[in-house]
């Protein structure tokens, strides 16, 4: 069973304290589908302009990735460039050229709409619906979102995410939404807006599950270099969405096992660290099964009481 | 067995978005030492001046605590006044008034010194080893220390923890100490310095052990309300110390057992998250062995996968 992914397909020009790579292959849906793909078929929906690369489409295409929902149109494609601190913590975006991602308005291709997973990107909360709209056969359904879209477009956002079964967003948003600073509290708040299950990322802290009045707490893995931290939220977002669809999850008809929503917890976390290893998605060329069942296992090793 | 335990008794006036608290009993040692009361026997080591309240010794005495090396001067106790800022991540410091504490000299009574364990909180290097060579039967000694020592006083900071069993500081020391950003980096290099166990800890986020080659990430508990956070640190110390010395450990004749330590480091959590429910040690008056041990298992519930 696939997993419809829908986001921004980008070329990044970024600088970290470990170098500088110009115009690499980046967008959330880039990020979340080469991570999914380790545990299922991902299918996406982007749109690019004429200047993306074979080798680029070949790189999404050798891992399995469906390109059929991928536009191509006319212009140049979705361009981020920034900087990023000594720290890696903070960084400075130095240039966002929307391009043909401006006029981006996903159509499913008729091959999609029966998928039983959809993970929606970060992107305009009215594309999200109406992307939802166009999919008829949805078991589990849930998606990303950003200041931005909180702050300006909260209504549209409130629409879009009573649909959804999970929402993934980092704390700082989370006390956006739910104008809550503690975390429990803001979850508590954020639950009642639709997503029964919330996942809340911490950075290079790890993340919270918030889960049938129950909560998961995994700390970072503890990475000897963070290479570049570019799409490591995304990566999360794919790996644990791609490993629940890869476990067949049916929330509608069943209640979910909270301890494979915490495994899917895991594998989002390892997937987020391997994206840290290399500059943009360069880690997911060779990376093999093994080795991220072999991370697994750390994460075991690195928690256990 | 007992454990020494030799730091600051203090007032503090404190702050926090939960209100306001005049002259509350504070100081490093006394955080240690409560939280500890719990697991063994604590023995103080410290000064105060002769506004002392007996309440203030009452509590301590009433968790067991002996106070034979509670020295008392004629003058003021060390008084400190602070504010949080609304998350709490953050206090300014409005007054620092050293009073007795300023020509603290510990001297360990005759009954301190053959004691097997040996907890220094954050005094000036010079006098953590005054109060090391004191004692003559040591099994298992370490301490914490703060970024004015590591950056004023290295040298003497060196000499002090090269006889440490164990350090327990937060990341921002460690960063400092070694000269290292990555946490991981960070700790082989302190490991070198001396203490083969390294305890970072993050606050909020938790703590990280570093011991015999293999390191243990613990998230920090997520309280649905932090009252105030002052002393938690030193709690997080008391539990640590307290839980090993109440089951014996004794690293100088063998290997300590790394499921030992982890449990360590979780009891230092629980001690940490209950201290900031209440203004300053409150928490401690009432709190039950029982209570800690659920919260104990909490941490194995919300982090078990």
Known sequence: MSLVVVGSVAYDSLETPHGKVDRILG???????LAASFFTRAKIVAVVGDDFAPADAALLSGRGIDLEGLERVPGKTFFWSGVYSADMNDRTTLVTDLNVFANFDPKLPESYRSEPYLLLGNIQPALQRSVRAQMNGL?????DTMNYWIRDYRDELLSAIRQWDFLLINDSEARMLSGVHNLRRAAEKIITMGPRTLV???GEYGAILFHDHQHFIVPGFLLEDIFDPTGAGDCFAGGFMGY???????????QIDHQLVRRAV???????????ERFGPDRFRDLSRDEIDARYREFKAFTDF
Chains 1, 2 share one sequence.
Do not use: D, N, W
Not at 27 to 33: K, L, P, R, V
């Open 27 to 33: 967008g959330s849906c880039t990020y979340i589908a």
């Open 139 to 143: 078991r589990f359904i849930g998606g």
């Open 200 to 202: 809340i990322k911490r």
């Open 244 to 254: 629940l669809a890869q476990q067949g999850v049916h929330p509608h008809t069943e």
């Open 266 to 276: 895991i594998y989002g976390s390892v997937m987020g660290s391997f994206c840290c």
